[in-house]
């Protein structure tokens, strides 16, 4: 939809992810079991994140990112 704010999610290494969107105020990623892997907020304004995931095995995570605009989840493959 238009109106949800775009995110771009890339892996940069085994251990990092980088979020890419427009006013970034919270994130958190959860296993497809929604336990909380990582979550960050109050952030200062910065369009990117470069995030430290904590040793996880390869598979899909929920990535929700909060901005200005809304909420977006996103399935996100982390491998190992």
């Not at 995030?51 to 909060?66: H, R």
């Not at 605009?69 to 996103?74: A, F, L």
Request: no cysteine; charged share 20%; net charge neutral.
């Amino acid at each position: 939809r238009e109106d949800l704010p775009q995110i771009r999610v890339f892996q940069t290494g085994p251990n990092m992810l980088m979020i890419e969107a427009e006013g970034i105020k919270k994130y958190t990623l959860l296993n497809t079991s929604g336990k909380v892997i990582l979550h960050a907020e109050n952030l200062p304004g910065n369009n990117t994140r470069v995030v430290d995931i904590p040793d996880s095995a390869t598979a899909v995570y929920l990535l929700k990112v909060e901005t200005g605009d809304g909420i977006v989840v996103s399935k996100v493959l982390i491998n190992r």
